[in-house]
T-cell receptor
Framework: GENVEQHPSTLSVQEGDSAVIKCTYS??????FPWYKQELGKGPQLIID?????GEKKDQRIAVTLNKTAKHFSLHITETQPEDSAVYFC?????????????FGTGTQLKVEL | DTAVSQTPKYLVTQMGNDKSIKCEQN?????MYWYKQDSKKFLKIMFS???????INETVPNRFSPKSPDKAHLNLHINSLELGDSAVYFC?????????????????FGPGTRLTVL
């Protein structure tokens, strides 16, 4: 089955700096890669996703890159703000087929310090 | 509000008891899921239902039984609760579709139910 590794497990940055979280996946058939943000006491919320037919996607201060050959994808947050502090999860799935099963990485605790 | 909702938000119970967690989505989605998040924040899928049919059943003890009375509801019943069942349980839903050669299958998560077994 799919295995997703995520690094780092914790990341501390100064406000205004950039943050990068990296993930690798094992199943070459995976074609959908979402990123979720989980704030304390809440459920994960989708912040951006990328499909295997594109290499990069950007939404304001958030961008995701995908390298299908190397089977890794990354989340980039620029101009970080205190409200970006949360746990971030990458995930991978195969759709259609695979039952839309999301395999999650182990999470990154991002702390943005003033 | 359109959302995925779960009840209860907190559940504290004794070992050996039977309990249920309810989930409802009003997003019109055809697929619903249950995930377990352990104390280390690791998220793992347990079950998935599509149009009331079970399509994913991970290696979960038989004490856990999902029930989907209709497309908008997926409840989780747990028998003979054990200490190791303590976790946060998340319900999610999605509507898989294909358009223009692209797949769209975003999953929307509920707020979670924190289960504590004493």
């Amino acid at each position: 089955g799919e295995n997703v590794e995520q690094h780092p497990s914790t990341l501390s940055v100064q406000e205004g700096d950039s943050a990068v979280i990296k993930c690798t996946y094992s199943d070459s058939a995976s074609n959908y890669f979402p990123w979720y943000k989980q704030e304390l006491g809440k459920g994960p919320q989708l912040i951006i996703d990328i499909r295997s037919n594109v290499g990069e996607k950007k939404d304001q201060r958030i961008a995701v890159t995908l390298n299908k050959t190397a089977k890794h994808f990354s989340l980039h947050i620029t101009e970080t703000q205190p409200e970006d502090s949360a746990v971030y999860f990458c995930a991978a799935s195969r759709f259609p087929g695979g039952g839309n099963k999301l395999t999650f990485g182990t999470g990154t605790q991002l702390k943005v310090e003033l | 509000d359109t959302a995925v909702s779960q009840t209860p938000k907190y559940l504290v119970t004794q070992m050996g008891n039977d309990k249920s967690i309810k989930c409802e989505q009003n997003l019109g989605h055809d697929t619903m899921y249950w995930y377990k998040q352990d104390s280390k924040k690791f998220l793992k899928i347990m079950f998935s239902y599509n149009n009331k049919e079970l399509i994913i059943n991970e290696t979960v003890p038989n004490r856990f039984s999902p029930k989907s009375p209709d497309k908008a509801h997926l409840n989780l019943h747990i028998n003979s609760l054990e200490l190791g069942d303590s976790a946060v349980y998340f319900c999610a839903s999605s509507q898989g579709r294909m358009a223009g050669g692209h797949s769209y299958n975003e999953q929307f998560f509920g707020p979670g139910t924190r289960l504590t077994v004493l």
